[in-house]
């Protein structure tokens, strides 16, 4: 089904240069800016990019700085292109103390890295963030990090994590100054605590060839999730995660959420991802449903580009499948906003959050919204922490409704995670590559 009609392309250009002229000048905010160099050496040396995120993924593993610095030798050593860093990296691996000042400077950098993205081991840690987000005008959504349990009592354990996420995200935002942008929309009102939760830490049973087992095990902790949403007046959001387990997630969400107990609340969501090819007939059932539940208050959709696209890629290239996601970036994009058209045309059924770092993606979504009708507050924009820090700024500024999606959680839960943030935005068509870059700004707002 197609959506409302594209906005005017003059209107899109003339929104991304407002919010452009809003953000900082490059380079002003070194510590939460992309390091350039790093992203440029690894987006050229496909090798060097895969050792040292095969690095980053074992640190948690790694007992010591002599064993730090041992892995990372071990993968450097695989490069075949040897610039004179890594070989001065590689000498140091061939002493006691070389391999100390490795391995201490390496787990350093890791722990660097990760606190860029991750605010902190847990919500109430995170307590300073989060206040300060929103006394700056931003909202948040707090993802409790821990992926794919293997065992019940990890899935019990993160389910009561949850539940203690809930109770601590009510308190810090207990008496926080009221945000009348923040608080509510043109459908109602808008919880202050929003918590993200994912369905593979929910069960262990989540497999694709077996996907109702997994549904069954997670529904009673999503169930008791929900309740407490409800209870403590807080927003619960349920991530996509890989392809293989959508459908398993999607029946999960509607399933639960059709039952008379869920019918009028609590606030509650569900992730859409532009980057798969059928992405579109996915919307068309999840729209189905909401018209036909008409759910209070309306399920939020949040509306991303994809995180897996690695993983999905070359897991189909292995046995053989067309892949599921779309292959060039541009591709993604223009699916992008075809499904924010479908969106927005959707309203009241649904509310809509945009989730992008891509400038003209964001610049698209508001002038789609304008086009049709609804005003700035009936649009939600969310960006990542630690990659979008500038943008959402600069949005807030201007008067929209702002998300920070804040992961937190310890550095062996949040490796997947990171690795994932990394993948994206040094690929060579990443949007925050390029605008790093200093690509031309009519090039990075021009239709893709």
């Given at each position: 089904?197609?959506?409302?009609?594209?906005?005017?392309?003059?209107?899109?250009?003339?929104?991304?240069?407002?919010?452009?002229?809003?953000?900082?000048?490059?380079?002003?905010?070194?510590?939460?800016?992309?390091?350039?160099?790093?992203?440029?050496?690894?987006?050229?040396?496909?090798?060097?990019?895969?050792?040292?995120?095969?690095?980053?993924?074992?640190?948690?593993?790694?007992?010591?700085?002599?064993?730090?610095?041992?892995?990372?030798?071990?993968?450097?050593g695989?490069?075949?292109?040897?610039?004179?860093?890594?070989?001065?990296?590689?000498?140091?691996?061939?002493?006691?103390?070389?391999?100390?000042?490795?391995?201490?400077?390496?787990?350093?950098?890791?722990?660097?890295?990760?606190?860029r993205f991750i605010v902190a081991e847990d919500p109430g840690a995170a307590r300073r963030t989060l206040r300060r987000l929103w006394r700056d005008g931003t909202s948040a959504s707090v993802d409790l990090l821990g992926e794919a349990t293997v065992t019940t009592a990890e899935a019990d354990r993160y389910a009561a994590r949850c539940g203690e996420a809930l109770d601590a995200l009510t308190a810090i935002y207990g008496d926080v100054p009221a945000r009348p942008r923040l608080e509510r929309d043109g459908v109602g009102a808008l919880p202050r605590a929003n918590l993200s939760v994912k369905v593979s830490a929910l069960t262990p049973l989540l497999k694709p060839d077996a996907p109702a087992m997994g549904q069954r095990d997670a529904a009673p902790r999503l169930r008791e999730l929900l309740r407490h949403a409800r209870d403590t007046g807080a927003h619960l959001h349920v991530d996509m995660e890989s392809y293989d387990s959508r459908e398993a997630i999607t029946d999960l969400v509607i399933d639960v959420l059709s039952e008379d107990e869920f019918r009028d609340g609590p606030s509650a969501g569900m992730v859409l991802q532009a980057y798969l090819r059928d992405g579109g007939e996915l919307l068309d059932r999840v729209l189905a449903w909401s018209a036909a539940h008409e759910r209070t208050p309306p399920l939020t959709i949040r509306l991303?580009?994809?995180?897996?696209?690695?993983?999905?890629?070359?897991?189909?290239?292995?046995?053989?499948?067309?892949?599921?996601?779309w292959e060039h970036k541009a591709e993604s994009d223009r699916s992008f906003e075809a499904l924010t058209l479908?969106?927005?045309?959707?309203?009241?059924?649904?509310?809509?959050?945009?989730?992008?770092?891509?400038?003209?993606?964001?610049?698209?979504?508001?002038?789609?919204?304008?086009?049709?009708?609804?005003?700035?507050?009936?649009?939600?924009?969310?960006?990542?922490?630690?990659?979008?820090?500038?943008?959402?700024?600069?949005?807030?500024?201007?008067?929209?409704?702002?998300?920070?999606y804040c992961p937190v959680g310890d550095l062996v839960a949040g490796m997947a995670y990171l690795v994932r943030r990394l993948l994206e935005n040094t690929s060579n068509e990443s949007f925050l590559a390029e605008q790093a870059r200093g690509a031309a700004l009519d090039d990075l707002l021009a239709a893709p």
């Open positions: 089904m197609p959506g409302a009609a594209p906005p005017p392309e003059t209107e899109v250009v003339a929104i991304g240069r407002e919010i452009a002229a809003a953000l900082p000048a490059p380079g002003r905010h070194p510590v939460q800016a992309i390091d350039t160099r790093a992203m440029d050496l690894t987006s050229r040396d496909a090798e060097l990019k895969a050792a040292l995120f095969r690095f980053v993924d074992v640190v948690p593993a790694c007992r010591s700085v002599d064993d730090l610095a041992a892995h990372l030798v071990g993968f450097l695989e490069v075949d292109s040897q610039t004179p860093p890594l070989r001065a990296a590689m000498k140091m691996g061939d002493s006691r103390a070389g391999r100390a000042a490795l391995g201490t400077a390496a787990a350093a950098g890791v722990k660097h890295m990760a606190r991303v580009k994809g995180a897996y696209w690695d993983h999905e890629f070359v897991e189909a290239r292995q046995h053989g499948w067309e892949p599921p996601v479908r969106l927005l045309d959707a309203r009241p059924a649904v509310r809509v959050a945009i989730a992008s770092h891509n400038l003209r993606s964001v610049a698209h979504a508001i002038a789609a919204n304008r086009a049709s009708g609804g005003d700035d507050a009936g649009l939600e924009l969310q960006v990542l922490r630690g990659l979008g820090d500038d943008l959402g700024h600069a949005l807030a500024q201007l008067g929209h409704r702002v998300r920070v």
